[in-house]
């Protein structure tokens, strides 16, 4: 098990800048992806959505392995940091290519640009953040360190999501058209690499377990985590709040282009979203030292269905209310995403102090497996919500969408969310973990 309780603060920020990459490739696919192929490409929404879901679908399958390779790797850098660098690298350049399809004269041919980049794209960001969600299990046995570890984390990651999703559209609407996609991606790719980089330089210093990894086949392997029973709850719970997050996200250019009529709503929307993440990040951290991480999980989900239930009267209230509702989903979604990253080590690390085996990356894999499926999931049930409502997909981008359309959208941004969210509530009641428990 890892020696040092208390990491150096510049480790805690080094790990913690792995978030640029992770948050910059969660939110921009899921923001921008599908617009780009409905109203960029031309492609139908049901067939925009399942380009979009199958080469996470493939993470689902690649991410427990990834995190059994991580497991076995042996290295003088630690078994994770290697994988920081090969893959978030190839992650970088793939993620440019997404966006920059050439006119081939072919929808078919175009969309098949972008599902295999995007497959490119999604195979080594599996290899790049199975190892990085990891590695806290390892840097350090203290329940409350994990906790001021993932405030660091999702600090950064708020900040980035609001950095990327505010200004991907920017980038995209100040230069234009399909060549606007390919400048956003370029730079998207150059933050992903700064956050690469970063991660890996900042944790030079990081402790390193010295847990032997599990024993048995990859099957034997799942078999085991999937015994667990609190890492099986808190997994459902934050794979059912994953799908909610990507139906939001797939849902807020649409919102705001043909709802709020207003392109530029994009951004306010986003710097609504993160601006309180931003600030509440270390406020749902003493919450958690005072009230337990399972108690302040369950508070920040009952904010966030909150707000996104009140983003229901987009069609007929101000935007201003509109955008007061998603700053409540801000302050949720930030300790939404603090708590069960703090939980998901204690996890782990109960389970190889019980057995003297190391399944750290296994968990992961299986972690990061079910967020990629819940955030996969997202922009593919919005697309069948506007393909319930007949959206109307098109080349350019403008046009007039009829009211059941409109309705959709509202509904597939707000109350759909929202139900998810309290909907996950069942499993995360029966969740036990505690101090007392991971700190034996």
């Known amino acids: 098990m890892p020696a040092p309780t208390t990491l150096p603060r510049g480790v805690r920020i080094g790990y913690g800048s792995g978030s640029v990459a992770t948050g910059a490739f969660g939110t921009v696919p899921g923001l921008m992806l599908l617009p780009y192929l409905t109203d960029s490409l031309g492609i139908a929404a049901i067939v925009a959505g399942v380009i979009v879901f199958l080469p996470k ?24 940091r290697p994988w920081l660098l090969r893959a978030g690298l190839t992650l970088s350049v793939s993620f440019a290519l997404i966006f920059a399809a050439p006119e081939l004269g072919s929808r078919v041919a175009e969309a098949a640009w972008v599902l295999v980049a995007f497959l490119a794209c999604a195979t080594a960001y599996a290899f ?58 370029v730079v998207m790719a150059l933050i992903i690499a700064v956050g690469v980089i970063s991660a890996y330089v900042g944790t030079r210093r990081a402790p390193v377990g010295t847990v032997e990894a599990g024993p048995g086949s990859l099957r034997d392997q799942l078999r085991i985590v999937a015994t667990a029973r609190d890492f099986r709850l808190l997994l459902t ?8 997050t990507g139906c939001m996200l797939a849902g807020v250019a649409y919102l705001a282009e043909d709802v709020l009529r207003s392109t530029g709503a994009a951004t306010v929307l986003f ?10 990040t270390p406020v749902w951290s003493a919450v958690g030292g005072r009230v337990g991480k399972k ?81 996969a999931l997202g922009p593919g049930v919005f697309a069948v919500v506007l393909a319930i409502g007949g959206y109307r ?40 973990l505690d101090a007392t428990e991971v700190d034996a």
Do not use: H, K
């Open 237 to 244: 719970t934050f794979v059912l709040q994953a799908l909610a």
């Open 271 to 280: 710097v609504c979203f993160v601006g309180p993440a931003l600030l509440l």
């Open 57 to 80: 679908a493939w993470d689902v399958v690649l991410n427990p392995v990834a995190g059994r390779i991580s497991d076995r790797t042996v290295d003088p850098r630690g078994p994770r």
């Open 295 to 375: 108690t302040g999980y369950v508070w920040s989900s009952v904010i966030l269905a909150a707000g996104a239930a009140l983003s229901v009267l987009a069609q007929v209230t101000p935007a201003w209310v509109v955008f007061a509702a998603v700053a409540l989903v801000g302050v949720g979604y930030a300790g939404c995403q603090v708590f069960p990253m703090a939980m998901l080590p204690d996890a782990a690390a109960v389970d190889a102090r019980r057995t003297g085996s190391n399944r750290a990356g296994v968990y992961t894999g299986v972690w990061t497996a079910g967020e990629t499926l819940g955030l």
């Open 393 to 432: 997909s098109s080349t350019s981008g403008d046009a007039e969408q009829p009211d059941s359309a409109l309705t959709a959208i509202v509904l597939g941004f707000s109350l759909l969310p929202a139900a998810l969210t309290l909907l996950s509530l069942w499993w995360l009641s029966r969740y036990s």
């Open 128 to 185: 790049f953040q199975v190892p990085y969600v990891a590695m806290p299990a390892e840097m350090t046995s203290s329940y409350d360190e994990r906790t001021r570890l993932m405030t660091w984390r999702v600090a950064i990651l708020a900040f980035t999501i609001m950095l990327a999703g505010a200004t991907a559209p920017v980038i995209r609407d100040a230069v234009g058209g399909r060549a606007g996609y390919r400048v956003m991606g």
